[in-house]
Nanobody
Framework: QVQLVESGGGLVQAGGSLRLSCASS????????MAWFRQAPGKKREFVAT????????QYADSVKGRFTISRDKDKNTMYLQMNSLKPEDTAVYSC?????????????????WGQGTQVTVSS
């Protein structure tokens, strides 16, 4: 089992920045890939970004490309999401996810472990 805990959410004005963290514990040696998803009120959860844990390759949703950066610190077993130029439509609960096997990286079903989520609110 892998446990994930997010932090760093909050309230920010449009154009501002936030950095989310996702600390993992447990069987972290088995991590294959980690990702960020988000769910806005009344909407389905959507993919934001993913990172291959060993090699560090990344993928982003078109809506955040150029504004968000996903990264990881393998020594700290922690993943990050640097969010710049935030927009009101970025308001959502952001959740981190992890898997221990190669699966579809852009969908929820591709991940076995989930954090509890952290709220990000962007005011206009």
């Amino acid at each position: 089992q892998v446990q994930l805990v997010e932090s760093g959410g909050g309230l920010v004005q449009a154009g501002g920045s936030l950095r989310l963290s996702c600390a993992s514990s447990g069987r972290t040696w088995s991590t294959n890939r980690m990702a960020w998803f988000r769910q806005a009120p009344g909407k389905k959860r959507e993919f934001v970004a993913t990172i291959y844990w060993i090699g560090g390759s990344t993928q982003y949703a078109d809506s955040v490309k150029g504004r968000f950066t996903i990264s990881r610190d393998k020594d700290k077993n922690t993943m990050y999401l640097q969010m710049n130029s935030l927009k009101p439509e970025d308001t959502a609960v952001y959740s981190c996810a992890a898997n221990s096997r190669p699966t579809a990286p852009l969908i929820e079903a591709g991940y076995d472990y989930w954090g509890q989520g952290t709220q990000v609110t962007v005011s206009s």
